[in-house]
């Protein structure tokens, strides 16, 4: 520890002594400290002033770039103002070669190329998308009030020249009918030809003068429909004419005057039939004079031709229409007046200009309004076109009822082949086809309530009642107008009515009757109905028609029954004595033992019915059948075989109970069966 505290004495004495030597160095080191911080100093100060500079430079820098924007944006603005001053001078400044056009319009075919273009730059410069803020412009308005100015004079020249022009066309339409002996209508080709020319200026009457254009389509209306509606008379005028002069023509007996004369004048005929042609429920000698199978045929041919013809006369015309007068688009005067179908639906929904929805109407009602306004205008320029369609037919059907079968095949025909099921001439003849149907349905209702209100024939011998005998010439004219046509199940829905009233009223008049057994009346008409069913072949009577069958097979067995009744009554009755006992328990071999039923008997029984006797009933069984029979349905050889066979069958009965109880006696009745078939061939061969 002393050494220890020794050393450090003499450490810390050397430790002094060494700072005291080095405080000169000390000194001189902290001045050239002095001296670096004086230096470090002077290099900040010049490192500031830098700074300033700098500053300076990057404000001075800013507000150059700032100039530069400002430069640049009154560039842009000044090359938009141009653009838009551009674009507003382009789209307002009309051509000098335009403005004559439009002011001194020549619509003649040299001059009429240069006035429609002249009517299409107005029409682009007036509906010009021009920003709204640009419409306040003084030079502006003034270009629009110019263009106003133009638009009037132009569509005044446009609407006076197009007016005297439809009224000139319709004048001439008169001078244009041509005389022939062929069933024609004027087709008017050339009044379409000659318009078709202006087609674009009348559009541009559409979109630039509302008023005037609604007054040229009256115009057009009024002057067409005076030719349309001359030429549509004429020609159903020379339809019956043509089918008058024929069935005259073709008739030689004076009934046929009659009808030709009832044809001219209608309710005016003098003679008025009793009954109307055809009715089922009424005997033919009362039915008026009805027309023969060719005169329908012919009416046929000749109502196919009226059809035919009307078709491209109407459908030609309602082309046109849309076209000239541009009916299937919506243009509204003003802003945007050219908005069709297409362009509402095809155009992107963010191209849509929102002051514009109003012109975008949905699909649906947009096509009613437009098949709506082609329908009015088609239904003024032929006006007439319906009633002279219905007048003619109910003037035929006046004369023959099966006039409207017919008439509802062949409208039928032309309403479900339109090409335009919406056009004019297809409502047309579908509301004439309506017509039509309620006449067809009041006919058959008539048919009907003949049936039930039948009365019977006046004659010793009933026959065939009114009803059945007429029922096969209505079903074979009805079959060959309906078949394989669209109405066949209107015509199948009356034969279940009609067939099954037939069915429930022969019945009943059969007991009304008092000459003739309601067997039958039964069985000659059910017979009857079952041999005209049988050869029509129609599908939907085949359950009656085996209805028919059984009803006539019951009729006719109840009619032999009834009055072929037992020829050899007392031998019946002898041996239904017989059957008793036997079923009382006598034997069969001792039934000759017994008092009433000995051989004797038997023999005494058999010996009232010789041959000559029999046939002798027969004979007088053969007259009376004949007398209950008609002839028109031939049926006696059938109700005498049948009677022949019932006969056969008690002889048959007889000989079995003969060999049963009597056996081994010998005895047998006096004919034999050949002797009675030779009984009733010789009956019917003498008759």
Not at 254 to 277: D, T
Not at 670 to 680: C, S
Request: glycine letters at 2%; a negative charge.
């Amino acid at each position: 520890m002393d050494d220890l505290s020794h050393n450090l004495l003499q450490l810390d004495g050397a430790n002094i002594q060494s700072v005291l030597a080095s405080e000169k160095q000390v000194q001189m080191l902290m001045e050239r400290i002095e001296e670096a911080i004086k230096e470090a100093e002077k290099v900040e100060s010049r490192l500031d002033d830098y700074d300033e500079i700098l500053c300076h430079v990057r404000d001075t820098m800013e507000k150059m770039g700032e100039k530069n924007q400002m430069i640049e944006i009154a560039n842009t603005n000044n090359v938009r103002l141009l653009l838009e001053l551009e674009k507003v001078v382009t789209q307002l400044d009309l051509p000098h070669v335009h403005q004559l056009a439009l002011t001194d319009t020549d619509l003649t075919p040299k001059g009429l190329p240069a006035a429609i273009a002249a009517g299409k730059a107005l029409q682009l410069a007036m509906n010009s998308d021009i920003d709204p803020a640009l419409l306040r412009l003084t030079a502006v308005q003034d270009q629009r009030k110019r263009f106003e100015k133009w638009k009037a004079k132009f569509s005044q020249t446009i609407s006076r020249h197009l007016n005297n022009l439809f009224i000139h066309l319709g004048n001439l339409g008169d001078l244009q009918t041509s005389v022939s002996n062929e069933l024609t209508l004027p087709k008017h080709h050339n009044v379409h030809k000659e318009l078709s020319a202006f087609i674009d200026l009348m559009h541009w009457m559409k979109s630039m003068d509302r008023k005037a254009y609604d007054a040229l389509i009256k115009v057009y209306t009024t002057s067409l429909s005076k030719v349309y509606d001359r030429d549509i008379h004429i020609f159903f005028d020379s339809a019956k004419q043509a089918l008058t002069l024929k069935q005259f023509n073709s008739r030689e007996d004076i009934n046929n005057s009659s009808m030709s004369n009832k044809l001219k004048l209608g309710p005016q005929s003098n003679k008025q039939p009793a009954q109307p042609y055809g009715i089922l429920g009424i005997n033919k000698e009362m039915w008026s004079t009805g027309a023969e199978p060719l005169e329908r045929q012919r009416f046929d041919s000749i109502l196919e031709k009226v059809l035919a013809e009307l078709e491209p006369v109407a459908l030609n015309e309602q082309h046109f229409c849309i076209a000239f007068f541009q009916l299937d688009v919506i243009s509204p005067t003003g802003k945007n007046t050219q908005t069709t179908l297409d362009a509402g639906n095809n155009e992107p929904e963010n191209q849509k200009d929102d002051r514009d929805t109003t012109l975008y109407i949905p699909q649906r009602r947009l096509d009613r309004q437009i098949n709506e306004e082609v329908r009015r205008m088609m239904g003024e320029l032929f006006a007439n076109l319906e009633s002279e369609i219905n007048n003619f037919i109910l003037s035929f059907e006046k004369l023959d009822n099966y006039y409207s079968l017919y008439v509802l095949v062949r409208l039928t025909q032309h309403v479900m082949s339109a090409q335009d099921a919406q056009s004019f001439l297809s409502m047309t003849f579908a509301s004439a086809l309506i017509h039509v149907k309620r006449n067809f349905d009041k006919f058959m209702q008539i048919q009907l309530q003949s049936i039930e209100e039948a009365k019977l024939p006046k004659r010793s011998k009933c026959g065939l009642l009114p009803y059945v005998e007429n029922f096969e010439e209505f079903a074979v004219t009805a079959e060959n107008i309906f078949k394989k046509t669209e109405r066949r199940n209107d015509l199948d829905k009356w034969y279940l009515k009609l067939v099954e009233a037939i069915f429930e009223r022969i019945p009943a008049h059969a007991a009304e009757h008092s000459k003739t057994p309601h067997q039958v009346v039964k069985m000659e008409n059910y017979h009857r109905m079952h041999s005209t069913l049988s050869q029509l072949k129609i599908p939907v009577l085949e359950l009656l028609k085996k209805e028919a069958k059984t009803r006539y097979n019951d009729a006719q067995k109840a009619y032999v029954t009834k009055y072929f009744g037992r020829p050899l009554e007392r031998l019946n009755q002898f041996f239904e004595g017989i059957q008793v006992r036997v079923q009382q328990g006598v034997k069969d071999t001792e039934i000759s033992y017994q008092m009433a039923y000995s051989k004797q008997e038997l023999r005494k029984v058999i010996s009232l019915y010789p041959a000559r006797e029999v046939k002798k009933g027969l004979e007088q069984l053969y007259k009376k059948v004949e007398k209950h029979l008609c002839e028109e349905e031939n049926l006696l050889q059938v109700v005498w075989r049948a009677m022949q066979q019932e006969f056969i069958n008690q002889y048959n009965s007889l000989e079995q109970w003969i060999q049963r109880c009597y056996a081994g006696s010998m005895i047998t009745l006096e004919f034999t069966i050949n002797d009675l078939l030779i009984f009733f061939s010789e009956i019917a061969q003498s008759h």
